[in-house]
């Protein structure tokens, strides 16, 4: 079993930069691919970037091409997400997840995941 924990949300201009950060415990980081998820206020929750055990693979959805980058960092059990270029319609919720399976994938569907975060809030002004 893995836990983890998101950090690194907040409130930001339109145009302005976040960046997410995972950490993850419990059993080996690197048997995980990773994904990052966000969920608007009555909208289904997408996945915006996700990565696999050794970073070898990402993807990203069409929307956040260009502004957003993820990577991980093995040996700190951590994923980030890097999110430049922010507008209004990236504020949501943001989790963190895990997916056992088919770890050389980018686990780009809620079902390929195991573990999710708590999950944590950006909000984008305009």
């Known amino acids: 079993q893995v836990q983890l924990v998101e950090s690194g949300g907040g409130l930001v201009q339109a145009g302005g930069s976040l960046r997410l950060s995972c950490a993850a415990s419990g059993r080996t980081f690197s048997s995980y691919a990773m994904g990052w998820f966000r969920q608007a206020p009555g909208k289904e929750r997408e996945c915006v970037a996700a990565?696999?055990?050794?970073?070898?693979?990402?993807y990203y959805a069409e929307s956040v091409k260009g502004r957003f980058t993820i990577s991980r960092d093995n040996a700190k059990k951590r994923v980030y997400l890097q999110m430049n270029s922010l507008k209004p319609e990236d504020t949501a919720v943001y989790y963190c997840?895990?997916?056992?399976?088919?770890?050389?994938?980018?686990?780009?569907?809620?079902?390929?995941?195991?573990?999710w975060g708590q999950g944590t809030q950006v909000t984008v002004s305009s």
């Open positions: 997840a895990a997916a056992g399976q088919h770890i050389g994938v980018p686990p780009e569907e809620k079902n390929e995941n195991d573990y």
């Open positions: 990565i696999s055990w050794n970073g070898g693979s990402t």
